[in-house]
């Protein structure tokens, strides 16, 4: 049970037809540049960085942002310092709330992220004040019609993966950091293309929210800080009960 998996799996489809593209795509370059920078340029010999292509491809960036962010990367073209960064805190009805990303500015980005916690009801805290209930993960999605369950579970257990979840329309897999180059390997060489792949913080206890009012304040912040152009994932450790999810997606 994963509050990141349950309001994410919105996130995730609205972006494909999501007007902020130029945000999207800009994440998405700068997790090529990253991928380039420490595994190399040539996507045949670096995982991570043929399945943030394949990432970026899915939602159209264009061939010639995707070279720029390898180049960049590699140093070939305008090198980039991008360090990596990660807030926690609280949001409404005390959720605990994690946003990881890259930035090349730590003190432009802090007081943004800070501001955007405090407009939406909740407040930065220091570090490892909610980070206690989370744990490193590796999460990759995959579309669930690419295998069946059984070869599915089959290959990415052999691979290291600690578990399979079939969700709606995509299997989930679930790994320690240390397995995540070896599952997307596998997957890879099981012809399965990737929908999305990251390490992030998964929590490992879930608040269940069944009123309205807190799911929409507490999908405004994730939402909030997701759309954050130096934030590559959030994680928060909350789920929204059904009948409330089925009121807000005909909101």
């Known amino acids: ?5 349950h309001w994410a799996g919105i996130k995730h489809k609205k972006a494909l037809v999501d007007a902020k593209r130029g945000k999207l795509w800009s994440k998405l370059a700068k997790a090529i540049i ?3 920078k420490q595994g190399g340029g040539n996507p045949d010999d670096n995982i991570r960085l043929r399945a943030a292509i394949e990432e970026a491809r899915a939602v159209s960036l264009p061939k010639d942002n995707i070279t720029r962010a390898i180049k960049r990367g590699t140093g070939e073209l305008d090198p980039v310092e991008l360090e990596e960064v990660l807030y926690e ?3 409404p009805s005390g959720i605990a709330v994690m946003a990881s990303g890259l930035t090349d500015n730590r003190n432009r980005t802090a007081p943004e992220i800070r501001k955007i916690f405090e407009v939406c009801g909740g407040k930065m805290g220091q570090s490892g004040c909610v980070s206690w209930n989370f744990d490193k993960k590796g999460v990759i999605e995959v579309a669930s019609d690419a295998k069946g369950e ?5 290959i990415a257990i052999e691979a290291g993966a600690d578990d ?3 969700l709606e329309d995509t299997y989930k897999i679930t790994c320690a950091p240390e397995s995540f180059d070896a599952v997307l390997e596998s997957l890879n060489k099981a012809g399965l293309q990737t929908q999305h ?3 992030t913080y998964v929590p490992r206890d879930a608040m269940v929210i069944d009123d309205i009012n807190v799911a929409r304040k507490a999908l405004k912040l994730t939402d909030a800080l ?6 590559q994932n959030v994680s928060a450790n909350f789920v929204i009960a059904d ?3 089925a009121q807000l997606e005909e909101e």
């Open 1 to 5: 049970m994963s509050g990141h998996s």
């Open 89 to 91: 805190g609280y949001g």
């Open 243 to 245: 009948e409330i999810l």
């Open 150 to 154: 059984e070869e599915m579970m089959d």
């Open 226 to 231: 997701d759309e954050h152009e130096d934030v």
């Open 34 to 36: 990253i991928a380039a």
């Open 197 to 199: 792949a990251e390490i």
């Open 164 to 166: 399979v979840e079939t």
